[in-house]
């Protein structure tokens, strides 16, 4: 028969990503874009009601970060962190600045490329 | 309804008919036996107090007689007055003779009713004789009558005389029927003695020979009916010079001569005569005694033994109403013990999966019967172990199959949920992501669904994690886990984790109480979960504002966590929640207790060991790096 186990990761998430944004998909502020660029807003206290996801968000943001490696760092799914980075948004936690217009198009294509390879 | 009575009750009632009827005969036997010994012995008094005094006035009375007939005779003689001195004398010797009777006989007039009518019609006869006296002295009869009239007295007291002489010993009585009449035959001759006197006249010589005749007869028919002890004694009398003299006189006197010596010759053969008959009267009373011992001999034989038997009957009988009744209660208590004892513990433990051997039930009993209902009892048991075991077997087959079931359909989900993850990472379009999420969440409900199946047939789900894992994301799968979970808000709780072994099962358990929480709230409502330190261990707490549940409810639905039955699915098919519930919580020592909320709804309180809870090592450092 057909008796397998499966351990640790083998396992899957304990959290579904689902259940992380309570199955939104669409973030409450504007779309951001994937190479935005997430800075935290410091000095104060994080309210209340954010989840575990948040306050990492939180954390990793005191260095700007881009909204990608935000998601690789997490390693969540990139829909799910864009939720969690909006919600964050929303709530003025969090700055997100587009950076400035390359002239350099190689730059981009690297960038294109380099997306396409996650 | 009336308590039925023990069989040993009943036995006894059975029993006590024949027992009470066995006592009734030996009490009728020993009576009849005791009665006739004492009877015996009643032969004895009577003899000392009524028939020795009767004799002693019957030989004082011929005495008497012949005295009256010698005085009437000499009348007008010379020689009067000494015949007169002689009967005055020989009355006073009667007197006390019929006193001693009068005494004595008081004594024995009740030994029976004829006996006491017979007493009485004889002392009136003796009453007659003042009057016959008077007569005689007033010279008012003649010899003849006045001899006649103490006949008829004589005759009265032979009358008691035979009516005493009862006995129950038949050859007693017969001898001392035949001693009456050789005394009567005495008294014949006394008769004659007196009529002997002379000189006769016609009348008296006609019944003189009457007399003699009589007595002859009398004596011989006696003779040839007596046995050889008494016989010998008056044989001897009979062919005595004597009494051959006393024939020759006979003679002359009934030849209407008067013999000389007539008085003194027959006064001696009337004393022969007289101590060969008290010399009977004694052998016989004295032969009665032995007989009368013999048979109290025989009563106490009788009686003894008859109630020998009936004590070792009645033994015999309470013994086998002991061993039926001590047999009885045995089977009893073997039947008892298969019902109460035997086959609920086959059962229990064929439910908890072990083999069973039960011994075979053994009921000694000498009875045939009560042998018959053991081995039956033996039988019974046997084939209700047998379909235990057989029923036992066909459940863990169908749990088998079960389990098999569920676990394919486990492992292709789990396949399916690793799939659906891949392909979130790789989604872009909001839209296309959120088909994923509704895809997974159906998936992980499935998922749960077959795991619970696995559960309830006793194996465990497949998944599991070796590091403990933060309680709040246990919590948080928990929650994932259920149809509504977005109604479900977990509340921040302290950053411990939890023993990732019971990580699988945990998440299971909560969920399957969120759920319910869920199902029994308004639509719109929240469930909130929260999470807290304890004395003994963390709490997770399930709050929901449904309509809730009575104390009644309350207090079924907790007698069921904390001892979980075992699962019925025709009776408690609606329940399977509770009953995964009840086993999760069991394998992991986990207590679940439903509440009442103050403000309406339920609220369940997950208890975690403090074993299980783990306090992480600080992370702050790791995040900051």
Redesign the interface.
């Known amino acids: 028969m057909t008796d397998e186990r499966w351990l640790d990761e083998e396992a899957g998430p304990v959290v579904p990503a689902y259940l992380l944004t309570r199955g939104r998909t669409v973030p409450v502020s504007e779309a951001i874009d994937l190479i935005a660029v997430i800075t935290t807003v410091g000095g104060f206290a994080p309210p209340p009601g954010l989840g575990p996801e948040h306050l990492i968000i939180l954390q990793k943001c005191i260095r700007p970060t881009r909204l990608v490696d935000v998601a690789a760092e997490l390693a969540l799914p990139i829909g799910v962190v864009r939720v969690l980075v909006g919600d964050l948004h929303a709530q003025e936690l969090v700055r997100v600045e587009l950076p400035a217009p390359m002239e350099d198009p190689g730059i981009l294509l690297d960038v294109i490329s380099a997306l396409r390879s996650l | 309804m009336s308590r039925s009575r023990t069989i040993r009750a009943k036995i006894i009632g059975l029993l006590l008919v024949p027992i009470i009827s066995m006592l009734v005969l030996w009490g009728v036997l020993a009576t009849l036996t005791v009665e006739e010994s004492l009877g015996l012995r009643a032969y004895e008094t009577l003899w000392t107090n009524l028939r020795q005094p009767t004799y002693h006035l019957v030989r004082e009375l011929q005495h008497e007689r012949l005295a009256a007939v010698r005085l009437l005779r000499s009348r007008g003689r010379t020689d009067a007055d000494v015949d007169r001195q002689a009967f005055l004398l020989q009355r006073a010797a009667t007197d006390d003779a019929r006193d001693r009777l009068r005494t004595r006989s008081a004594l024995s007039m009740d030994a029976s009713p004829a006996i006491g009518a017979q007493v009485r019609a004889t002392l009136t006869q003796l009453d007659r004789l003042e009057e016959v006296r008077g007569e005689i002295e007033a010279a008012a009869l003649d010899r003849y009558h006045a001899m006649d009239s103490y006949n008829t007295i004589v005759d009265s007291l032979f009358a008691l005389h035979r009516s005493v002489a009862m006995i129950n010993d038949i050859p007693i009585y017969e001898q001392s029927r035949l001693v009456i009449t050789l005394g009567y035959a005495k008294e014949l001759l006394t008769r004659e003695q007196a009529i002997g006197a002379g000189p006769t006249t016609e009348a008296e010589r006609t019944a003189f020979t009457q007399l003699v005749g009589n007595r002859r007869f009398m004596i011989d028919q006696a003779l040839a009916e007596l046995d050889p002890e008494l016989r010998e004694i008056q044989l001897g009398i009979v062919t005595s010079p004597l009494y051959q003299r006393v024939r020759t006189m006979e003679q002359q006197i009934m030849d209407g001569r008067v013999p000389a010596g007539w008085a003194d010759t027959s006064k001696e053969l009337v004393r022969t005569f007289g101590e060969a008959e008290m010399h009977a009267g004694a052998t016989l009373t004295a032969r009665a005694e032995p007989v009368a011992d013999s048979v109290v001999l025989r009563a106490i034989l009788i009686g003894g033994t008859g109630l020998l038997l009936v004590i070792v009957s009645i033994i015999i009988s309470l013994r086998q109403a002991a061993r039926l009744s001590k047999e009885l209660a045995e089977l009893r208590r073997a039947a008892l013990e298969v019902a109460e004892q035997r086959l609920p513990q086959v059962v229990a433990k064929l439910r908890e999966g072990a083999s069973v051997e039960v011994p075979d039930i053994e009921i000694r009993s000498s009875t045939a019967e009560i042998a018959d209902v053991g081995t039956a009892f033996a039988m019974v048991q046997s084939t209700a172990v047998e379909a235990a075991v057989g029923q036992a077997q066909l459940r863990e087959g169908v749990r088998r199959v079960f389990r098999?079931l569920s676990?394919?359909s486990q492992?292709l989900l789990?396949r399916q949920?690793?799939q659906l993850?891949t392909m979130?990472?790789r989604?872009?379009d909001?839209?296309a992501?959120?088909d994923l999420?509704r895809l997974?969440?159906l998936t992980?409900r499935m998922r749960r669904h077959a795991e619970g199946l696995i559960i309830l047939s006793g194996s465990t789900p497949?998944?599991?994690?070796?590091?403990p894992?933060?309680l709040?994301?246990?919590v948080?799968?928990a929650?994932?886990e259920v149809e509504d979970?977005?109604r479900v808000v977990v509340e921040?709780m302290p950053g411990l984790n939890l023993d990732g072994a019971i990580?699988?099962d945990t998440?299971h358990l909560i969920a399957e109480l969120i759920e319910n929480a869920a199902r029994f709230s308004p639509p719109a409502a929240t469930v909130r979960v929260r999470g807290e330190q304890a004395a003994r261990g963390f709490a997770v707490v399930v709050e929901d504002h449904g309509l809730g549940m009575s104390e009644q409810e309350l207090a079924e639905y907790n007698a069921r966590l904390a001892d979980p039955p075992e699962f019925d699915a025709l009776k408690d098919g609606d329940k399977l929640g509770l009953f995964v519930v009840g086993r999760l919580a069991r394998r992991n020592d986990i207590r679940v207790t439903l509440r009442g909320s103050s403000y309406g709804g339920t609220t369940a309180i997950v208890l975690i060991p403090t074993a299980k809870v783990i306090t992480p090592a600080p992370l702050k450092a790791v995040?900051?790096d």
């Open positions: 098999d676990r394919r492992a789990h949920r690793i993850e979130q990472h989604a872009t909001p839209d992501l959120d999420f997974d969440h992980t497949g998944r599991g994690w070796s590091r894992v933060p709040h994301d246990v948080r799968g929650a994932a979970y977005t921040p990580v699988a998440i995040i900051h």
